[in-house]
T-cell receptor, first 114, second 115 residues
Framework: AQKITQTQPGMFVQEKEAVTLDCTYDTSDQSYGLFWYKQPSSGEMIFLIYQGSYDEQNATEGRYSLNFQKARKSANLVISASQLGDSAMYFCAMRADSSYKLIFGSGTRLLVRP | DTGVSQNPRHKITKRGQNVTFRCDPISEHNRLYWYRQTLGQGPEFLTYFQNEAQLEKSRLLSDRFSAERPKGSFSTLEIQRTEQGDSAMYLC?????????????FGQGTRLTVV
């Protein structure tokens, strides 16, 4: 069975600073993908970044980077230079390459302070 | 707008009534998913369509729930005899199978409140 754990229900960060959102996962699959989504108050899930289990380099997308540590089964999201618009819920998710459904964690609410 | 579209955005219904939600996926995506998200939780998988075929239904989808995707385009999710426990956000997503790791694109969801 697959499981995603996000241990930080809420986080604060000062505007323009970097923040790390934690995510650990559990799976018996050898080939899988890890995703991060942002959910603002409007409700839409916005895709941020993807990391494949066989990718040797950490994924980066603009201000987002994924700190992938396969042996520790962690896939932390790093947001650099936080902006007020980054305030939202953030969900870590995984999907086995043999599957099509995403398994989500319980999320972390990020609040960026001015 | 070429994103995933869901209607209605909000629905308030009395317990025992039937409700139907609609999802229009991104036009070139043949995969469509429904998820349910309760307050304070991440989305949970409900069902999956590849074109018009419903390939998997979660055990969360009781007999009161039915989903269709006629002609492999839009999809509907119907809940019969609604219960207060059905109150949640219902999210639709679509994706393309072309490349491995392709992300699912989500709509803005339909928030259901059963009173």
């Amino acid at each position: 069975a697959q499981k995603i754990t996000q241990t930080q229900p809420g986080m604060f960060v000062q505007e323009k600073e970097a923040v790390t959102l934690d995510c650990t996962y559990d799976t018996s699959d050898q080939s899988y993908g890890l995703f991060w989504y942002k959910q603002p108050s409007s409700g839409e899930m916005i895709f941020l970044i993807y990391q494949g289990s066989y990718d040797e380099q950490n994924a980066t997308e603009g201000r987002y980077s994924l700190n992938f540590q396969k042996a520790r089964k962690s896939a932390n999201l790093v947001i650099s230079a936080s902006q007020l618009g980054d305030s939202a819920m953030y969900f870590c998710a995984m999907r086995a390459d043999s599957s099509y459904k995403l398994i989500f964690g319980s999320g972390t609410r990020l609040l960026v302070r001015p | 707008d070429t994103g995933v579209s869901q209607n209605p955005r909000h629905k308030i219904t009395k317990r025992g009534q039937n409700v139907t939600f609609r999802c229009d996926p991104i036009s070139e995506h043949n995969r469509l998913y429904w998820y349910r998200q309760t307050l304070g939780q991440g989305p949970e998988f409900l069902t999956y369509f590849q074109n018009e075929a419903q390939l998997e239904k979660s055990r969360l989808l009781s007999d009161r729930f039915s989903a269709e995707r006629p002609k492999g385009s839009f999809s509907t999710l119907e809940i019969q005899r609604t219960e207060q426990g059905d109150s949640a956000m219902y999210l639709c997503a679509s994706s393309s199978p072309i490349t491995q790791g392709t992300e699912a694109f989500f709509g803005q969801g339909t928030r259901l409140t059963v009173v």
